[in-house]
């Protein structure tokens, strides 16, 4: 994020966020296993838009439904969703709401909303929010990706099975195209949700691409080109769909000059064999990318000169000696969000008092700051974290355990994925040997492992569990 005004030769995305969505208390995104903060009064609204503004976030996403309850989840009150969009234009940010029906995409743009996030297949959107909507000059992001996939379209294989694209998918992306699981097919959901969309566009509704990655069915990157597909079926030209995933994006969001090739813009583009005004699956027919007027270096997801050894037995470190180093010649540090510009803090030791001799003391304090919290110990498998393991081979993770009792996280980091997998383990008072089996955990890209980490994260967010302390000891993959 630091870095996105800059002009420098780099290979990563310019970054821009809304951090974490506002919801209600046991509302929509409280469901996923992490603490987040919540709202549920008007009065409070100003306070939590800067919380929200002081955490990093670009943009404010609100998620809003009529109903007090949907789903088995609550909703905000009309009166918190009005609050929280005057406070958040007070502040000069852009407020998108996360609607899915009609009626509650109505409230969120008499509310003062600048956009939708998602359309909605239910019914027919009505003339009356058409006009309200290119009246108000509010933007629609149909998401019409995930719409497929809980609509079981078969839409994602499809792109599954792009040769071009699939080469360079980890196993994690190839996984997360996969639809909603137990989801009966609908497929009259999806074909209203693409009418919807057409009807806004031939309104003059401006209409901008996005997927809702990584939701099932959905990958960050791949999931834009099938996007842009479903756009086309909904009427919008191919030049239309690539203004929607670009320089119509860009002036939406204020991101500066980017998305277009005008002199002074910023030189991110794609090089393609073939003219996507023509057709727009030549979207996927990419020769080269260039970021800040520099040729990127792509590769293909598996890359057998990025693999690593594992040292016989797979034994990364017991502690023995008083030393930080592992088997992989790196070593075991301190992780936490402050890397984000979160607040957390960690701190990690030797111990001759783990669970049979030495071992590592890892300590921290969980705090407000970073949309997703994390405090722990983390081994890069490399130093540049440009190198992985090839664990598919392997049984199990193994690693012996002690300290303030609790839910942590094991994160797997992988050469082709920003976000780590996160496999959930228990803590004791008591030393005891965690077990995680690989074949239980197949999203994970077994082949392109670069580094772990045991931590705690944001469900350790209140004053009683935020300090916490645990010995790891004995750190195995076993084969």
């Known amino acids: 994020r630091s870095s996105r005004d800059l002009n420098e030769k780099t290979s990563q995305a310019d970054f821009f966020s809304a951090g974490t969505l506002i919801t209600s208390t046991g509302g929509h995104g409280t469901q996923f ?73 109505i409230e969120a743009v008499e509310a003062g909303a600048n956009g939708l996030v998602h359309t909605f297949g239910k019914q027919i959107v009505a003339e009356s929010l058409l006009q309200a909507m290119k009246q108000q000059q509010v933007f629609v992001i149909p998401t019409l990706s995930v719409i497929a996939s809980m609509a079981q379209s078969g839409h994602s294989n499809e792109l599954a099975a792009d040769e071009g694209l699939s080469q360079h998918l980890s196993t994690s992306a190839k996984n997360g195209l996969k639809p909603f699981n137990n989801f009966t097919q609908r497929l009259e959901t999806l074909e209203t949700a693409i009418e919807n969309t057409r009807l806004m566009h031939d309104y003059g509704i401006v209409v901008l691409a996005g997927t809702d990655a990584p939701n099932p069915g959905t990958a960050h990157g791949i999931s834009l080109h099938g996007e842009l597909d479903l756009l086309i079926q909904a009427g919008l030209s191919p030049t239309a769909a690539l203004q929607a995933a670009g320089s119509s994006t860009a002036q939406q969001f204020s991101i500066g000059q980017r998305g277009s090739l005008i002199e002074g813009a910023k030189a991110d583009f794609i090089w393609l064999s073939a003219d996507p005004r023509k057709d727009i699956k030549n979207t996927r027919k990419m020769m080269g990318v260039w970021k800040n007027g520099y040729l990127v270096e792509t590769k293909s997801a598996i890359s057998p000169s990025a693999e690593l050894s594992l040292s016989a037995g797979g034994l990364l470190s017991d502690f023995t000696v008083d030393s930080l180093k592992s088997s992989m010649h790196t070593d075991f540090q301190a992780t936490s969000d402050k890397m984000m510009q979160g607040n957390s803090t960690a701190a990690v030791n030797w111990t001759d008092a783990a669970c049979d001799g030495g071992g590592l003391q890892v300590s921290g304090e969980i705090k407000v700051g970073f949309p997703y919290p994390w405090s722990g110990v983390f081994l890069p498998f490399a130093v540049n974290m440009d190198k992985a393991l090839n664990l598919e081979s392997i049984k199990s993770i193994d690693f012996s355990v002690a300290g303030d009792a609790g839910t942590y996280q094991l994160m797997i980091f992988t050469l082709n994925s920003m976000q780590p997998v996160q496999l959930p383990f228990q803590i004791t008072e008591q030393c005891q040997q965690i077990s995680l089996v690989v074949s239980e955990h197949p999203a994970v890209d077994w082949n392109n492992v670069s580094g772990l980490a045991w931590v705690a994260d944001g469900s350790r967010l209140n004053p009683a569990l935020a300090s916490f302390a645990f010995k790891l000891d004995n750190v195995i993959l076993k084969q």
């Not at 002081?54 to 109903?67: A, C, F, Q």
């Open 33 to 105: 296993g992490f603490s987040i903060p919540t709202i549920d009064q008007p009065e409070f609204a100003d306070q939590f838009i800067l919380d929200r503004i002081n955490e990093g976030s670009d943009y404010i996403k609100i998620v809003y439904n009529h109903k007090d309850e949907y789903h088995g989840l609550t909703a905000m009150s009309e009166d918190v969703l009005i609050a929280l969009i005057k406070a958040a234009h007070k502040y000069n940010k852009l407020a998108v709401v996360h609607i899915s029906d009609h009626q509650s995409a």
